[in-house]
């Protein structure tokens, strides 16, 4: 990092300031570290541990992409193997027999199971491919990515909330109580009520909550009378997910949660035996939080050299498990994208295009969280939607369709060109001697993939230096491909099935590249 030398004192200016020490702030932070971008994370939390973090409260299922993500960085095999939900989808290789139904995720607390999915949809997914969903403890893998991003040199400060900043054309002053910091950029990962996003003058819009949700780890007297499983009332929804760990769907327009009270054992009792049409009795309340389907986007994730990321971009029910993984892939896209710019190696426009590529997935989410919502309200039309799509999800084309958008197997960026897999996360490629594609981005470098072995294409890459390099060889399965341009983050910038014009793949790399 720089040194400044202001009113006779030494003042470090990092590279990157970010607010928020949760996943997406520390997967952001060893994004940029990785390409030796000097990091500062400032965390309003003195402790990173938190009860509400524990199980079952931090459990968060991971999507296709998150695992491909934490797979080609190297940090998959750090989670705790045990953990694991593994997918048995991640092959699809067809076994004689009726097949097994186990549920695999849900939508609006309707399931789908793995019996239903048609996994021959997904072409490009290869039996080398990883896990297509994965099971994860919110501090678990907080944890993993502060050790990394230490080990890479990120500096982590907490107990410290950012309160106020200023930034002029070329760096940010951040405000931490009586405490400043500069920064050439600032990012907010700061969470749904980001302080950045507000300071920063961000537009927020979006659609005002229906239900309050409930999550209490709980003593309950009588757990018989309430059903297994995740239940649609009358009233609302609630799900005892193991003993003593309840849910409980409210729609009261989200009043309760915006009010701010102290969320009593009393109140609990109360809602949870209206809810279920119970006399049930809690005899204590251990851990108790409240959440909305409050859904709300920035409508740019950039202001100057002010950014935003995860939830401080945008918030929506924690219906399937999906914001973390919104979270995730915006700091994988960033990342890279961000340093090239601070290091002066960016074609013109290339983090413009992070709000371009991350704004449409977000407003995706929050359209899928909405339609979830829409089928579990009280009433007769949300009953009759409920029943038609329960129908089509328990089809083979209904469950794989869900399965993919839940997983993440659709996502994608329009970025044109001729190609299908153009705008796709790059298939897991396995070479003849066992290496796999994922295994070579540890380094978070473009790659150009050449399967014919064609010299100017070795060439091509050589004169990028260390912002691309060359990988050849047979890979086992190539779906027909010929060479395959390769983003930092694992997306297909370019691919072709044939021998390559030289003149079009050279547009497609300094489009995305900087010598």
């Known amino acids: 990092m720089e040194t400044l030398i202001n009113n006779n004192k030494n003042q470090s200016v990092y590279d990157v300031i970010i607010s928020g020490a949760g996943p997406v702030g520390l997967f952001l932070a060893c994004e940029l570290a990785l390409t030796k971008c000097s990091v500062l994370i400032l ?14 409260f931090g459990i968060r299922g991971l999507s296709a992409l998150s695992v491909e993500a934490l797979y080609r960085r190297g940090l998959l095999k750090e989670l705790e193997v045990p953990k694991r939900l593994k997918d048995p989808h991640s092959n699809p290789t067809k076994v004689q ?20 999915i048609d996994t021959s949809q997904w072409r490009y997914r290869l039996p080398s491919s990883t896990d297509t969903s994965l099971i994860s403890e919110m501090e678990e893998l907080e944890a993993v990515l502060s050790r990394r991003a230490e ?62 949700g409930y999550s209490a780890q709980v003593d309950i007297a009588n757990p018989e009378k309430l059903s297994p499983g995740r239940n649609v009332t009358p009233t609302g929804m609630y799900l005892q997910s193991q003993p003593g760990y309840v849910i409980i769907q409210d729609f009261d327009g989200g009043a309760f949660h915006n009010a701010g009270k102290p969320i009593t054992l009393e109140h609990v009792q109360e809602v949870l035996r209206r809810i279920s049409n119970t006399d049930v009795t809690i005899s204590a309340l251990h851990i108790a939080t409240t959440w909305t389907d409050r859904a709300r986007q920035a409508t740019t994730y950039r202001n100057g050299r002010v950014l935003l990321a995860g939830d401080a971009a945008h918030i929506h029910s924690p219906l399937g498990g999906q914001g973390l993984n919104l979270g995730l892939g915006d700091a994988m896209n960033l990342g890279w994208k961000l340093a090239a710019t601070i290091q002066k190696k960016a074609p013109e426009g290339l983090l413009d295009s992070y709000h371009t590529e991350r704004h449409p997935i977000g407003t995706q989410v929050l359209d899928w969280s909405r339609a979830q919502v829409a089928i579990m309200r009280p009433g007769p039309d949300a009953r009759a939607l409920n029943a038609i799509i329960r129908d089509l999800m328990n089809t083979r084309d209904g469950a794989t369709y869900i399965a993919g958008r839940v997983w993440g197997v ?8 001729d190609h299908p897999l153009v705008g796709h996360s790059v298939p897991n490629f396995e070479f003849k001697d066992g290496t796999r594609i994922g295994e070579l981005m540890h380094d978070g470098h473009g790659i150009l993939l050449d399967f014919e072995m064609n010299a100017s294409l070795k060439t091509l890459a050589s004169e990028y230096g260390d912002r691309m ?34 003149q079009s793949i050279r547009q497609a790399v300094a489009l995305w590249f900087a010598r």
């Open 410 to 417: 659709f996502t994608h960026y329009n970025l044109g060109g």
């Open 151 to 212: 080990a890479l040199g990120v500096e982590i400060k907490r107990g410290l909330a950012i309160t106020d900043f200023d930034q002029t054309e070329d760096g940010v002053t951040v405000q931490s109580g009586d405490q400043s910091f500069k920064g050439k950029w600032l990012v907010g990962c700061d969470g749904s009520r980001s302080v950045v996003r507000k300071a920063g003058g961000f537009e927020f819009l979006g659609t005002e909550p229906e239900f309050t």
């Open 43 to 56: 965390e309003k939390a003195e402790n990173p541990h938190s009860p509400l973090k524990q199980l079952p």
């Open 97 to 116: 027999g009726p097949q097994p139904r186990r549920q695999a995720g849900h939508f609006a607390g309707i399931p789908f199971h793995d019996g239903n």
């Open 469 to 502: 390099k060359y990988v050849s060889g047979w890979a086992k399965e190539q779906l027909g491909l010929s060479t395959v341009l390769i983003r930092p983050d694992g997306i297909i910038a370019w691919a072709s099935d044939s021998e390559p014009d030289e």
